[in-house]
């Protein structure tokens, strides 16, 4: 579990947000080129491309859709694409991602 300290140089919430959400692609980025099974499915039967799209972290999404070994109009377990899950979820910004 990593530990997160809340820095004073940083403004407002929203900034500290968007800091940690530029931290995690990394961390992602790290694990992903360390040999990590990024089909692997979680205990719901989610892959990470699914996951990521229905929870809106368009840096993941950007990451995983830009392999070869990910197809990205696969559905999951719940027969919902990454697609479909972005839509439900409001995530316009990954819908535009996964249709570019």
């Known amino acids: 579990m990593f530990t997160v300290l809340i820095s004073t140089s940083l403004p407002c919430p929203i ?17 992903v ?3 990590c099974d990024i089909k692997q499915k979680d205990t719901m039967g989610d892959a ?6 229905g929870n809106g972290r368009e840096g993941v999404v950007r990451l995983l859709i830009g392999r070869d070994d990910i197809d990205p109009d696969k559905a999951g377990e719940d027969d919902q694409t ?4 972005a839509a ?3 995530h316009e ?3 535009k991602i996964l249709l570019g």
Do not use: C, D, Q
């Open 15 to 31: 900034v500290y947000a968007e800091h940690l959400s530029l931290v995690l692609i990394r961390i992602s980025r790290l694990v």
């Open 88 to 90: 439900r979820g409001g």
């Open 33 to 35: 080129g360390e040999g």
């Open 82 to 85: 990454p697609l479909l899950r």
């Open 48 to 53: 990470p491309l699914g996951w990521a799209a």
């Open 93 to 95: 910004g990954v819908v």
